[in-house]
């Protein structure tokens, strides 16, 4: 599989610069999500497409005509997946603002829950599942762009990245989306997911332990697949959009001396994110002002902290908010410069078999999703 090498096994000399300009078919657009606070993260993802939105004149831009690729893992993998799927209609399957509304209509049901299992992870649980409802039968070869979403399987001892590549491939890859879901949100108890033909069986946990910030993994992949992206050659041509989220103050005090389970994942996670972010610092190299963005903390009011290559971490000059209007520009422009180009930059796989949509399956849309009841 692709996932099987990650950036801090990549060839090095991939990373470097190089002389020539970037693609004339333009960057290969990338979007990763942090496993973090799943309502943070979607309203930063609503922010953005707002501001494609009013900067396009397309009143029904979605943050998926935007990108090439996302990645997500835990909350990030699911929201990955509610952005990228493929509708009835064939556009996704909901608006970042639609996801958002999701996530916050029912986290006031699920803060029990979500202490055990997290927001979203409670959500394939509850009322007989309201991701399975909202996912119906889709798969991996459903979603509109390729993805990637992360998971531990207990079974190999390894982590396992689902993969729209490897699903087009074989049966034995592709999964149903709600398992996907479940599978990177698992926690405590393990998730046992099967592929769609049965042969293929993962004992998970959550991505969240496995892969919290999966920027490397996207990146990684994009790199070694020149049949999709045959025009990323190197870091230069690629814009990465690299999304995190902040995470609620761990308790501390005299009570607190010993730190429960649930936060020395929460720590560990984002020691990993903080580190996958200082290790893209690093391969972008100069060309991380132009090709790299990371938006970290929950309020896009406030100035985010940046890694700098070879120094240490600094207070961004722009606010959060400003970060995505102009990371909104910049999307824009890509997608004027593909409308320019006669040479693709992405050739997405097609199923050797048909392909399987089951949108006419769907019992819950969108807007009926975000109204249902709890």
């Known amino acids: 599989m692709l996932e099987s090498e990650f ?20 960057r290969v657009r990338v979007l990763s999500v942090d ?5 943070i993260t ?11 939105r009013k900067q396009s004149g397309d009143p029904d831009a979605r943050v998926a005509d935007f990108f090439d690729l996302a990645a997500g893992s835990g909350s990030g993998g699911v929201l990955a997946a509610l952005l990228f799927t493929r509708g009835p209609d064939g556009r996704p399957l909901f608006s ?40 119906g039968s889709t798969t991996l070869r459903d979603t509109l762009k390729p993805v990637l979403i992360p998971c531990y399987d207990l079974a190999t001892g390894a982590p396992i990245v689902f993969s729209r590549a490897d699903a087009v491939e074989a049966d034995g890859y592709d ?51 020149r049949h999709e992206f045959p025009t990323a050659g190197g870091v230069e041509d690629l814009l ?16 607190r001396a010993l730190l429960s389970a649930a936060e020395l994942v929460r720590i560990a996670s984002s020691a990993h994110a903080d580190v996958v972010d200082q290790a893209m610092a690093t391969a972008f190299g100069e060309c991380r ?9 929950g309020m896009l009011s406030e100035r985010g902290v940046e890694s700098v290559l070879f120094r ?63």
């Open 312 to 374: 240490e971490r600094k207070l961004s000059e722009q606010t959060n908010g400003e970060k995505l209007d102009l990371l909104a520009a910049e999307l824009i422009k890509e997608q004027e410069r593909r409308k320019q180009s006669t040479v693709p930059a992405v050739a997405t796989k097609t199923s050797a078999t048909p392909f399987r949509s089951s949108s006419s399956t769907f019992t819950t849309t969108a807007s009926a999703a975000t109204s249902a009841s709890s």
């Open 240 to 255: 990465v959009v690299s999304i995190g989220g902040a995470e609620a103050p761990a308790p501390h005090g005299k009570a």
């Open 7 to 26: 950036l801090f096994g990549y060839d090095t000399h991939r990373l470097v610069l190089r002389s020539t300009p970037a693609a004339v078919a333009g």
């Open 35 to 39: 496993a973090a606070e799943g309502v």
């Open 42 to 52: 979607g309203a930063t993802l609503a922010r953005l497409e707002a501001s494609l």
């Open 175 to 225: 999964f149903r989306m709600e398992e996907v879901c479940a599978a990177t949100c698992a926690g405590p108890a393990a998730a046992e997911v099967r592929s769609v033909d049965g042969r293929t069986m993962i004992r998970a946990v959550g991505g969240r332990l496995a892969m919290g910030n999966p920027t490397a993994a996207a990146v990684t992949h994009v790199l070694n697949n």
């Open 289 to 297: 002002a132009t090709n790299y963005v990371r938006i970290q903390e």
């Open 96 to 135: 970042a603002a639609e996801a958002l509304r999701l996530l916050a209509k029912h986290r006031r049901h699920l803060a029990s829950g979500a202490r055990r299992k997290g927001i979203l992870g409670s959500l394939l649980c509850r009322s007989g599942g309201l991701l399975r409802r909202v996912f």
